[in-house]
Every structure is written in structure tokens, then in C-alpha cells.
């Protein structure tokens, strides 16, 4: 009778082993998608960000008496600081993340002090990546908008490819950044069940 | 002898319990200690560029002829979008602050699920004052600087009273936004060492 006590304590307990290892394989593998999922998103707006070039012909008048002259006007990323900034950055969180995918898959086990510095340095990914968006958001908002209080003209009525594609790579990144957000809370999640 | 032994573990157990509530309680201290500090922060970040604004009298010239004119020009904080999301979010982030003080002085235990509960929204809010000051660097970058591959004159050189409290405001959001991420850490060590 003792022995089918133990034997059964010692079944629900294996069970609740079985289920814990079940749980942590799942949070394993949620973990590496997002990371896969950060690594292609912040990626995919580097390159979309990193190859924005648009040539227009515009038209420029130098005298009244003259007809206006055909003058290419070229935009590129680095002419503004911010793309700059967030090239650099999403390039970073990108770089970070392949980095991530390789050590979470050699550390199959879930070492907790690992577990740790992710949630550190993806913390600062977030920090980082939110921080270009808002840079690059705030120019691209301007030259969408203009601002007649400070004088400065919008300039995506002429440019208008190059700020699309502009928009195009803050949704790319926005969405690594988030993937970049759930990854400290499965983080969490995890640290919590241990 | 047995019982002298049950009774050293029996001690040592003790002990490590008594260090680990003194841990707990240093920890809880800690975090409501940065609580504070973002609260304090972010209410200064929020004032500082709240009251921003500047009247400066600029010469106009309507004709050539005619002598420049004396006008008034103000810069106000509201006329710029980005100074607007910087002022929500910074409002927004101290709201939830002394929110959380409140919470975290009301369950002194350090309940687990509050603990995950305050390590999202510290996360959420690191994302948003980031992504504010990102926006209002970068506006404030050009008008620092302005750029001519755009044909935005900087305004600094004018409005420079304005221009410095903002930036003030900047270091000031900084510096609470870095407190948001170290309660994310705390909380992650806390976690991690229950």
C-alpha cells in the first residue's frame, strides 16, 4: 500500500516533469521565432532604409527674366542624421539578434544566468530601436507635413518614393522592436515559472 | 549527535531565510527608490518643456525699399508635433509611476504577479519615453543644426532659450527612462532569485 503511494506520488511528480520540460521546450522555441523574427524584421529595414536613393528633375528659377532651368535633385538616407541613426541602430538590434538565435540554441538547457543578460540587452534593443523610430518618425512626419512656425517646407510632395520607403522601414522596425518586447516578457515569463 | 546536526541545518536554513527577506526587502527598497526617481523625472521633464516658450522680436523685410520692420515672433512648445508626443508620453510615464508607487508600497509582500504585471509595463513605458525623446532629439537636432539638403534653416540660433530648455527636458526624460529600464532589471533579478 506504501509502495502504490510512492509509486503514484512518484508518477504525478514525473508527470509534473514531463508537463515543466513541455512548458520550457515551448518557451524555448517562442523565444527563438522571435529572435528569428527580430533578426529578419531589423534586417529587412536596414536594407529597405540603407537602399533609399530617389533622383527627381526639378525646376529652378535664378531670374525672373529667364526661363526656370532642369536641375536633378537626389535624396538620400544620409543626408539626415536620423536614417543615419537608425540604420546604425537597426543594424545593431539586427547583428544582436543573429547573435542571440546561436547562443539560445546552444544553450538548449535555458541557463537562468543567460536568461538574465538577454533580458538585459533586449531591454536595451527596445530602448534603442524606439529611440530611432521616434527620430526618423518625427523627420518623416516633418517632411510629410511641413511646419509653418519654424519654416520648414515638406518636402515628401516632391520625394515621394524615397518617403514611402522611408515609412515602409519605421514599420519594418517597429515591428522587430516589438518582437523585441515580447522576448523580455517570455523572458520574464520564464523566470517567473522556473 | 542527530539532533545537534537537525539542529545547525535547522540554523542554516534559518539563516539563509533571514538573508533572503533581507535581500527581498533591500531589493524592494531599491525598486521603490527608482520608482521615485522616474516619477520625480519625468514630472520635471514634463514641466521643463510644458512652460517652454520664447518671444524674441525679429527684423521683416517686406520690401526693399522699405526700412525692416520689428515683429514679435513666439516659440511655444505646441507648435511642434514631436514636443506634443514628448510632453503625453512623459505625463503618461509619471502617472503610471506614482501609480506604481502607490501599488508597490500597498504589497510590501512583492506578489509575483505583480511583479511580471509592472515588468511589461516598465518595458511598455521605456518604449515610450524613448521613442519621445527620440522624436524631440531629432527635431531638435535640426533646429540646432538645420540642413540644407532639405532647405530647413535652424532656428536655435534665434530661439536659443527655448532650444536649451528643451533639451534640458531631453536629459532630464533620459535620465527617468534609464530608471524604467533598471526596474526592468531589478525586477528581472528579483524574479530570477525567488
Same mark, same amino acid.
Given at each position: &500500500? ?9 508518477? $504525478?511528480?514525473?508527470?509534473?516533469? $514531463? ?8 518557451? +524555448? ?53 536620423? %536614417?543615419? @541613426? @537608425?540604420?546604425? !541602430? ?9 547573435? !542571440? ?14 536568461? &538574465? ?14 529611440? !530611432? ?7 518623416? $512626419? ?7 512656425? *519654424?519654416?520648414?517646407?515638406?518636402? %515628401? ?5 524615397? %518617403? ?6 519605421? *514599420?519594418?522596425?517597429?515591428? +522587430? ?6 522576448? $523580455? ?10
Amino acid at each position: &500500500m506504501e509502495n502504490q503511494n510512492k509509486g503514484s506520488i512518484g508518477g $504525478v511528480e514525473g508527470g509534473k516533469e $514531463v508537463t515543466m520540460v513541455g512548458k520550457l521546450k515551448s518557451k +524555448g522555441a517562442c523565444d527563438l521565432l522571435l529572435r528569428l523574427l527580430a533578426l529578419v524584421l531589423t534586417l529587412s529595414a536596414t536594407i529597405v532604409l540603407g537602399v533609399d536613393k530617389q533622383t527627381k528633375i526639378v525646376q529652378l528659377k535664378i531670374a525672373p527674366s529667364l526661363p526656370p532651368l532642369d536641375v536633378p535633385a537626389t535624396a538620400k538616407w544620409h543626408y539626415l542624421s536620423a %536614417c543615419v @541613426f @537608425f540604420v546604425v !541602430s537597426n543594424a545593431i538590434a539586427c547583428a544582436y539578434a543573429a547573435l !542571440s538565435v546561436l547562443l539560445s540554441v546552444a544553450n538548449r538547457g535555458g541557463k537562468k544566468g543567460l536568461g &538574465m543578460l538577454f533580458v538585459i540587452l533586449d531591454t536595451l534593443m527596445v530602448a534603442l530601436l524606439f529611440s !530611432s523610430i521616434g527620430a526618423t518618425g518625427s523627420i518623416g $512626419v516633418m517632411g510629410y507635413q511641413g511646419n509653418s512656425h *519654424v519654416q520648414w517646407n515638406k518636402v %515628401c510632395n516632391v520625394f515621394g518614393k524615397f %518617403c514611402n520607403q522611408v515609412a515602409a522601414s519605421l *514599420v519594418l522596425s517597429f515591428l +522587430g522592436s516589438i518582437a523585441f518586447m515580447l522576448l $523580455v516578457m517570455v523572458a520574464t515569463l520564464r523566470l517567473h515559472q522556473k
